[in-house]
């Protein structure tokens, strides 16, 4: 049993690693980007914001739509 806690960790500190890599590659690219692009991933970074777009496609796709009027 101690051996999978071992391998848990090695894995764990792997992620973490490979995110870290990713978040310093991302701060040097946003450089880059455009206000636009930064927008874009902030919203993609918003789990919250992701759920309800989420579920906005899915409710499309189901043609459940509501009225603009509701909504205004």
Known sequence: MARST???????VRV???AREAIIKLESMSRMLT???LETLEILF???????????LQ?????KYEPIANIL
């Open 6 to 12: 071992t391998k848990s960790k090695i894995t764990n």
């Open 59 to 63: 409710e499309g796709d189901q043609r």
């Open 35 to 37: 206000r636009a692009e």
């Open 16 to 18: 973490f690693e490979e």
């Open 46 to 56: 918003d789990k919250h914001a992701t759920a309800i777009i989420a579920k906005s």
